[in-house]
């Protein structure tokens, strides 16, 4: 029978590898196999260690979520921890990839941890809505302390190898074969007194103030699962270790089922599937090894320094050599900007700003594979660019536009070379943000669009394919969602409380706070220009604050007031006195979660029409744009799982 799990002694050290492709998840199968690893080897009395090593591109990257929705199998997960620390003879984890979650929790029942230093630990279990069910916030702040045990919980976030040796989470981090250095180890270790197994080790007990001050931290309006890690972690230092451990598991499973967790699990394997669309299973990408950039404005150098980041280098186009060194200097304060942020030494940034080339003639571009073109959204403007690069770029060359509104197809019109030609959208700031909406026109070669989606890998980005209408997927949603914010207001609903709303429902700024951040203008405008061609388009309640100069925050106000050099959004009584007469008097009032309820649909019906148009290929798509794009609180999932429209 196929095990997962195989033994081979190396004299008196057992080498245990875990071989369960493709993310060596603890399923099942593993822990049975695992447990039957920990007797096989208790029982034979020439062994005196064992390492725990995994085949593949990683270590234990937890456990495995395909199973969440079923009843847990025996052995469990805390109990085969357990087993492990128990064990006749010391168990050593020995890392590379990523020790996550249950891998992690496997590896802490482990007597020690080595791992080479690529290596990564964590607890992501709140990213899946769930906290870690098989000791993690017990036996975590007994291993490394309260402090730390609380940022890894309750933040999600992994741990490179060195910081975690620093903070006490492994013992080693070994340079050169690991398993040749875990043995070294084992043997060292076995010539000397063995450290007291975690769960027998003491837990320092922290005061109110203490947790008062990280449940600020942890707290995101809607989102349950961090607070509880949170919960579960005091616990562990205020209980014996069973009880702590009972109550964690207690937690666990009443999250594991909770409506957070579906939703989060749902987006985890949307994210995973976004990057490999049926249609392009069998296309190759092209090869990029130059990227051209034409604009250098803020969109322009952010998606520069997203293919700096990414190891492309970068032709810079701008009109003169006034605009050049303008672009030049906003690429270099956004390096600046992840410099201030920890994210960059300044050595790093010095090679990534070497790698671009700044030029204002097309003819620099004569050897790029891909250009994107990222300048002013006119039509006139934008055709302008790619006659221009057709004239100057390879006959082969893929040539992108960012527009967010424009028809690729207008763009593009009889230009030669249509095979090429494609759509990529993406947000600003655009070395940050995760979605890139790739339009394919109707005769892009498929693999110009498969280039489009391995670009998107290559700069870590999620890919959602989108077909051509008004703002392709995520600005057509926005629009309705801003338009039935409207309709709330005009039905007597206050601006502030739609606002709070969203906020309460988990979005960072509701919709009339983001639109006084980014502007009313640019919307405006559209609306204006699209009256100019014919179109029959109502006046808004947004056309009205901007008719009174009221653009946002830029002008001092928009849907709400602002003083000097503050952003605190304040009611105002002139846009009350502006849309006065828009208004419905006495109307019956809502409460918070029935106006959220409503602006969630208004988006959910307008995905549904663009899934009917075929504008997008599926509900999971749609929320990924919501999410990497528009702020759309992870853990409800998306508008079209939260409304159940997700397939
Ligand atoms: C937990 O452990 C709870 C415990 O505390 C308590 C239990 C009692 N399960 O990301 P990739 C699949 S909660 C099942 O593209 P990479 C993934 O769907 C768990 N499948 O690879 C994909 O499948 P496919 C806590 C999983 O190299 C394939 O593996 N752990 C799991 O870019 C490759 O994935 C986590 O949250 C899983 N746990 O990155 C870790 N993980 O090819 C989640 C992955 O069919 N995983 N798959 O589409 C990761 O962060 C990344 O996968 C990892 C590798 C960094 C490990």
Redesign the pocket.
């Given at each position: 029978m196929n095990t997962p799990v195989s033994i081979h002694p190396q004299g008196d050290i057992a080498i245990v590898t875990l071989d369960n492709p493709?993310?060596n998840?603890?399923s099942a199968a593993v822990r049975k196999a695992l447990w039957q690893a920990v007797e096989d080897i208790d029982a034979d009395p020439t062994l005196r260690a064992a390492i725990l090593i995994c085949q593949g591109?990683?270590f234990i990257?937890?456990?495995?979520?395909?199973?969440?929705g079923q009843t847990?199998e025996p052995p469990?997960?805390?109990d085969l921890v357990d087993h492990l620390e128990a064990a006749r003879v010391p168990w050593i984890a020995a890392i590379h990839?990523?020790a996550?979650?249950?891998?992690f929790?496997i590896a802490m029942g482990c007597r020690f941890r080595v791992a080479v230093p690529q290596a990564?630990i964590?607890?992501?279990?709140v990213?899946?809505g769930?906290?870690?069910?098989?000791s993690?916030t017990v036996r975590t702040p007994r291993l490394a302390g309260v402090e730390v045990a609380v940022d890894l919980v309750t933040s999600g976030k992994?741990m490179a190898a060195s910081k975690a040796r620093e903070a006490g989470l492994i013992d080693a981090v070994i340079e050169g074969d690991l398993e040749a250095g875990a043995i070294a180890f084992a043997k060292a270790a076995l010539a000397k007194p063995l450290p007291a197994p975690i769960s027998a080790r003491p837990v320092a007990k922290m005061d109110d103030a203490f947790w008062e001050a990280k449940r600020k931290l942890a707290a995101k309006p809607g989102h349950r699962a961090p607070l509880e890690a949170l919960a579960a972690l005091r616990r562990a230092t205020e209980l014996p270790f069973d009880a702590a451990m009972a109550a964690e598991?207690e937690s666990?499973l009443a999250l594991r089922t909770s409506d957070e967790a579906a939703a989060l699990r749902a987006v985890?394997?949307a994210e995973?599937?976004a990057p490999?669309p049926d249609a392009l299973r069998d296309v190759t990408p092209r090869k990029l090894a130059q990227v051209g950039v034409v604009g250098g404005g803020t969109m322009g150098a952010g998606i520069a320094a997203a293919l700096r980041s990414a190891g492309l280098p970068v032709v810079l186009i701008e009109r003169d050599d006034h605009a050049l060194a303008r672009g030049i200097d906003t690429l270099a304060k956004t390096f600046a900007g992840a410099i201030k942020r920890g994210k960059l030494t300044e050595q790093a940034r010095d090679a990534l700003m070497e790698g671009v080339t700044g030029a204002t003639d097309y003819a620099a571009l004569s050897e790029c594979d891909l250009v994107i073109e990222a300048v002013f959204e006119e039509l006139s403007v934008k055709r302008q660019v790619f006659e221009n690069l057709i004239a100057h770029c390879r006959r082969d060359a893929i040539l992108a536009t960012n527009t967010s509104y424009i028809d690729p197809r207008e763009i593009f019109a009889g230009l030669p070379g249509a095979e090429r030609f494609i759509g990529l959208h993406f947000f600003s700031p655009a070395q940050i943000m995760k979605l890139l909406e790739i339009v394919p026109l109707p005769d892009t070669a498929p693999d110009v669009l498969a280039t489009g989606f391995a670009l998107a890998k290559q700069l870590n980005k999620i890919p959602v394919r989108a077909g051509i209408c008004e703002g392709f997927i995520g600005n057509r949603i926005l629009k309705r969602y801003r338009a039935e914010a409207e309709t709330l207001v005009r039905r007597g609903v206050p601006i502030a409380q739609v606002d709070a709303a969203m906020r309460g429902y988990g979005f960072r700024m509701g919709p009339f706070e983001a639109q006084d951040l980014g502007g009313l203008d640019i919307a405006y405008l559209q609306r204006e220009g699209a009256r100019a061609a014919g179109q029959d388009v109502p006046e808004t309640l947004g056309d009205i604050l901007v008719g009174a100069g009221r653009k946002g925050q830029k002008t001092g106000g928009g849907w709400y007031d602002y003083t000097e050099g503050d952003r605190t959004p304040q009611p105002s009584a002139r846009v009350a006195e502006l849309l006065a007469p828009h208004i419905a008097k006495d109307a019956p009032g809502l409460e918070d979660v029935q106006i959220a309820a409503q602006l969630i649909a208004a988006m959910a019906a307008e995905g549904e029409a663009i899934l009917t148009e075929g504008i997008a290929d599926k509900a999971s798509d749609i929320d990924l744009v919501e999410i990497h794009g528009y702020g759309f609180p992870r853990w409800k999932g998306g508008p079209m799982f939260a409304s159940g429209k997700h397939r």
């Open positions: 493709p993310v998840a603890i591109r990683t990257a937890g456990a495995d979520v395909r199973e969440f847990p469990h997960l805390p990839g990523s996550l979650g249950g891998g929790e990564k964590g607890l992501p279990e990213t899946l769930i906290i870690p069910g098989a993690g992994p598991r666990f985890f394997f995973r599937a490999r």
